[in-house]
């Protein structure tokens, strides 16, 4: 995008999030829900497509462009981004990365302005961390496809319009290399959503299990035709990965958001007649977060940059997601600690936000699959022992 266009994108955002958003935090949280009139205002402003290609009606930001958008959307809710994130994330890279030509031009324009939404169905009951362990198959019938299985912690699944769903279609291949990807509708026969989870934080993002009984759908489903037969590991993995720099960007916005909340708390608090910003304890936790915020943010720009030069793919985004992760969580423990006892206090920003951030180090892989990859990668043969 151009510089000029690419700055006013960021003004806009910006303010959206700081004036309109910002504001309602506390009832979305509370109400466990997204205004209506937030959403429809994201979809005005392309954040259903900003990482989708110009053709398909995105606004076609590279890696880099991305993040310095993270960091302005990290700065409210993490549930503002979860509501067009898959979108643009690992639901709408299905498409780009493994998608038929037909496929892009059927659903992605649809994706990108938001009258569709998007779902990524990989994760199952007992197939997260590594998800080529997987269980969901779907095995041909006539011109069709039926899938039976169960997927669990879907983002956005109450309200999805259409399922990336993964599944075995290879029982005898290896585990990485008998898995496809299929575009299922909401609505199919024999699709069904649970109620929506009740989770310890990030209201007003919504996650459930999603069950398939005999759920049929036509061989046009299947992602990326024939050639995608039995890849839909590989292309997961690829969507992921870019997902990892889109997240850790929001938690650098998230870390940005928690030091201004710690200074202005300390700034304006007092205790036994002196600002509790005089009391060189808190300053040491000021100081620590601010280096960490800044490291974080250092860390996502060199990750994006290597990833739109394809120089690293794997490494780079690992290695900033567990950075990114465990950096925003422990900002967000000392900004508790910083507001004392109206820290744990429901209504208190830092309250929510020490909520939100725990789930950071869990999902787009936990850390300790990053440590994983991350080794595995430097050490090579070294590693298998």
Known sequence: MDAADFSAVLSEVRRFVRERVVPLEAEIDEKDEMPADIREAAKKMGLFGFALPEEYGGLGLSMLEEAQLMFELGYTTPSLRSMFGTNNGIAGHVLMVGGTEEQKAEWLPRIASGDVLASFALTEPDAGSDPSTLTTRAHPDGDDWVINGAKRYITNAPLTDVFMVFARTDPDAPRTRGISTFLVPAGTPGLTVAPKDHKMGQFGAWTADVYFDDVRVPASALVGGDAGLNRGFSTAMGCIAHGRVHISALMVGMAERLVDESVAYASTRKQSGKLIGSFQLV??????SQTDYYAGRATVLEAARAFDAGTDTKIGPSCTKYFASEMVWRVADRAVQIHGGAGYMRG?????????????RIYEGTSQIQQVIIAKALLGEAARG
């Open 283 to 288: 300053q040491g936790l000021i100081a620590d």
């Open 348 to 360: 208190v920003a830092v309250e929510r936000f020490y909520r939100d951030a725990r789930l950071f």
